[in-house]
């Protein structure tokens, strides 16, 4: 039923996906095999450009794995006017950590103490997370946790003070439905956790600052409710109704895009 009211126009929807043919997330896997069902869907190559994007006829591209040829494409299809779940705009400036943290800072969020530049430029104090600037290239996932001085690196780093976490958590917003999870020891793995009203309020100041429909934030509680990261894709690792929520969301915005309910993003 929902397949039919999807389809007014009799053609099944062309879609491509941003993320990897052979390997990946079991619960992207599974949402792509549920897409098929009812959709024409390409996955494109997130490490590489598609510079024929604007001519596949498509009726939504997804960036569902964040790397610069996805972002590119991401760009390509916002300026070509094809649906999407986020906006170039956006998930461009989440790119740059520092950017991205004076924004929320100036904003009114909560976010960790921190600086950019050389080594002997940092006053910040330990412990802090050394980390790359940006978000997606080489590297840009290695951190280092610096304890006590000195704090030692080569060349410019993003420098954040560590907040010691009482409580952390991954809240995901996927359309219009908010999920969190919360990672406990001693395992470590994500259960799910009823989302606070907080949490969902969090998940509406973003997406209008940003103007992102999928992302995931990461929170930590201590005294404040810090914002540590916010991520213009989503792992749902730990939701039970993951591909369920995510599948109706690319359902929401296609149909959205059929009827001329919802403009373009940029």
């Not at 760009?75 to 004076?102: F, H, M, P, Q, V």
């Not at 009482?166 to 996927?174: A, D, G, L």
Request: net charge negative; aromatic share 8%.
């Amino acid at each position: 039923m929902e397949t039919n009211s999807l389809m007014m126009n009799d053609s099944r929807p062309n879609i491509a996906i941003s993320y990897y043919e052979d390997r990946g997330n079991p619960l992207k896997l599974e949402l792509f095999d549920r897409l098929r069902s009812w959709a024409d869907l390409e996955l494109l190559d997130p490490e590489r450009e598609h510079s024929d994007l604007a001519d596949r006829g498509l009726d939504l591209y997804h960036m569902a794995r964040w790397r610069r040829g996805g972002l590119a494409d991401l760009e390509r299809a916002c300026e070509a006017g094809i649906a999407t779940l986020n906006s170039y705009r956006g998930a461009a400036r989440l790119e740059d950590r520092l950017e991205r943290c004076k924004t929320l800072r100036d904003r009114g969020f909560h976010v960790p103490a921190f600086q950019f530049g050389r080594a002997e430029e940092i006053t910040l104090r330990p412990p802090v997370v050394v980390k790359p600037r940006r978000e997606i290239v080489e590297g840009s996932h290695t951190f280092r946790l610096v304890r006590s001085a000195p704090i030692d690196f080569e060349g410019e780093r993003f420098v954040q003070r560590y907040v010691v976490p009482r409580r952390s958590y991954k809240i995901f917003r996927v359309g219009e439905r908010v999920r969190t999870t919360r990672h406990e020891r001693p395992d470590g793995k994500p259960r799910a956790v009823e989302t606070r009203r907080r949490f969902a309020e969090l998940t509406d100041e973003v997406a209008d600052l940003y103007d992102l429909s999928v992302f995931e934030l990461d929170i930590v509680v201590h005294k404040n409710l810090y914002v540590i990261d916010v991520n213009p894709v989503v792992s749902l690792e730990g939701v039970g109704d993951a591909v369920d929520i995510y599948e109706e969301c690319i359902r929401e915005r296609i149909r959205e895009s059929r009827s001329g309910e919802s403009p373009s993003r940029e």
